[in-house]
């Protein structure tokens, strides 16, 4: 047996599980003692008692540790435990996400001692085990403190703002303040975690605590990070299985779950795709299919690969299965359940985290979902507010809490038309998108490894339903310029040609005008909005190109 209660076991499959331990243990340590042994049992028992963790002769860290360990070694123990049929893997991967999150804390807590006390190597050496943590769930802290404790020299003064930048990604890496604890109980070294749960999401307030929920973005950031490394089997993990999204202890929300929901059937608009893509798993097939390199993606580069998982989880995934939620909201609210209003309420939140996303926060951030790339598209077609925020955002967030007080006051109606004008509005970002990636395209080579001919293919999917009930000519004459899978050079028409398809099938779209997809659509441009559209591409072509080099490089 090993030092602290664990039994060791010599089967196979517990191997492992058994070494994990012994190298988080080490020998001749005492159960609870900070003093004996010189691993990371020790550490997290030292600074357990620095934070006020070591209640009961154990620092909490260490006994949840061990706990979790022992079950994972039980999960093996099962007759048939991985066998064909068994949902093993699954339990094991939650169990071990959990372990490497408390894994997290002691390197936390030595981070903010050393800050503390100024001591510049220790700095450097914790540095660099908690901040490219904080690089797969909060991109913007993790830049900061890069800068501040690695690529810089620390100073004393800086301890109050590390010290909240640390704080603020307690959540995204699965930690709450109270398990990090209060260095020597002081006070001022504590955050709230309720208030944490409750920021606004893109200025939205939701009524319901729905930051778990919000949190599947970091599964896109993640599943990226991963591509971008070209750890694909990763990546692919992380979109099966989830990681970041908790339903409950044991449970994670998936992306591929959301992208083969039996739910969707909810939305009006889901047999329109699923028609015109002649299929119900259209979004999943096209991502493993990506993942795979499978018929249609024979040859893709790379960068092609990534764009197409991670577009089609912005614009097809993540967008359809928030719809779900709205529509989730007025039918509660029109049934008789007794606790319809509460239901309606949590699918409404729910909503808004789909859209917003945990990355955004109370303003502009790294956000990777539908809302973050309205507002990098409005800077290119002259639809931002002041703030810099995108209009379509301004009126998706006014829209939000006309729902939110129609669930309140319970006018079913009202709800269902407020959720008629949302609609619409979620297509905006793509058409933009579209429009974009359809001006970069122009000009390219056939068979071009570039990543943007593979994000103009996704964006246009994800409407091209939608418009080929609009116009199917102008649909036919979209697809066949902006198709990625065939030997001809995208955009070969040319950009006018494809913009003035374009806003000839959004006339025909209820909700939208010209005026929401650019902002020089003025009365001259409506007969041929093409011609300012793409003269205003074409103008800011240099812009363009530098813009998103920067938009690359902060979410590779």
């Known amino acids: 047996s090993s030092p602290s209660g664990i039994i060791i076991s010599t089967g196979d499959l517990a191997q492992n599980i058994d070494e994990a331990a012994a190298y988080w243990i080490g020998d001749y340590q005492e159960t609870g003692n900070s003093k004996t042994g010189h691993l990371l049992y020790a550490l997290t028992e030292k600074f357990g008692e620095k934070f006020g963790q070591d209640a009961g002769g154990q620092s909490i860290v260490n006994r949840n540790i061990i706990k979790l360990l022992t079950n994972a070694k039980n999960t093996l123990t099962f ?88 704080q603020s990604s307690y959540i995204c890496l699965g930690l709450s303040c109270s398990e990090i604890g209060a260095y020597k109980n002081d006070i001022d070294f504590l955050c709230d975690d309720k208030e944490a749960a409750l920021i606004p999401i893109g200025g939205y307030i939701p009524k319901h605590d729905v930051s778990e929920h919000a949190k599947i973005d970091i599964d896109i950031l993640q599943i990226q990070i991963f591509m971008n490394m070209r750890a694909y089997g990763a990546a692919k993990d992380c979109y099966m299985y989830g990681r970041n999204s908790h339903r409950s202890d044991d449970e994670r929300r998936s992306l591929q779950q959301f992208a ?21 798993d259209y979004s999943d097939a096209m991502i493993l299919d990506a993942f795979d390199e499978g018929p249609f993606f024979t040859s893709i580069s790379s960068d092609q690969k990534t764009v ?42 729910e909503a808004a985290a789909f859209l917003i996303g945990s990355l955004e926060g109370d303003r502009r951030g790294d956000g990777l979902l539908l809302y973050s790339f309205a507002n990098e598209m409005c800077e290119f077609f002259n639809t931002c507010a002041e703030s810099g925020q995108a209009l379509v955002n301004k009126k998706l967030i006014t829209q939000m809490y006309a729902g939110q007080a129609e669930v309140e006051s319970g006018n079913c109606n009202a709800l269902q038309k407020t959720v008629d004008k ?32 593979a994000a103009g293919y996704v964006l246009t ?78 103008a800011g072509r240099l812009v363009i190109l530098a813009t998103a080099t920067i938009l690359f490089l902060q979410h590779s």
């Open 79 to 166: 007759q048939n435990a991985c066998g064909a049929k068994s949902n093993t893997h699954y339990k094991l991967r939650v169990i071990i996400d959990e372990i490497i999150i408390q894994m997290a804390t002691p390197l936390i807590q030595s981070l903010i001692h050393n800050l503390k006390v100024n001591d510049a190597g220790r700095i450097k050496v914790f540095a660099l085990s908690v901040v490219p943590l904080i690089a797969g769930c909060n991109p913007s802290a993790y830049a900061e403190l890069k800068s501040i404790l690695i690529d810089g020299e620390y100073h004393a003064r800086y301890f109050s703002h590390v010290l909240k930048l640390l």
């Open 260 to 280: 083969n929901s039996v739910y969707l059937g909810v939305i009006p608009q889901y047999s329109t795709y699923t028609q015109y893509f002649d299929s119900f």
């Open 308 to 349: 197409i998982v991670v577009k089609t989880l912005q614009h097809m995934v993540m967008r359809m299965y928030a719809l779900r939620g709205l529509y989730d909201a007025v039918e509660s609210c029109m049934s008789e359940h007794s606790s319809r209003k509460e239901k309606s309420e949590q699918s409404w939140d």
């Open 422 to 453: 949302i609609v619409p509005l979620l297509l905006i970002p793509s058409i933009q998108g579209s429009l974009y990636y359809a001006s970069r395209n122009d000009g390219m080579d056939a068979g071009s490894p570039e990543a943007d001919r």
């Open 461 to 538: 999917k994800a409407i091209l339903p939608i418009l080929n009930i609009a116009d199917h000519g102008s649909t036919k004459t979209i697809e066949k310029n902006m198709d990625f899978t065939n030997n001809v050079p995208p955009v070969y028409e040319g950009q006018e040609i494809v913009f003035e398809a374009f806003f000839k099938a959004v006339e025909n779209i209820d909700g939208i005008d010209c005026n929401d997809i650019d902002l020089s659509c003025g009365l001259d441009n409506k007969k041929n909005p093409a011609k300012s559209s793409a003269a205003h591409s074409s």
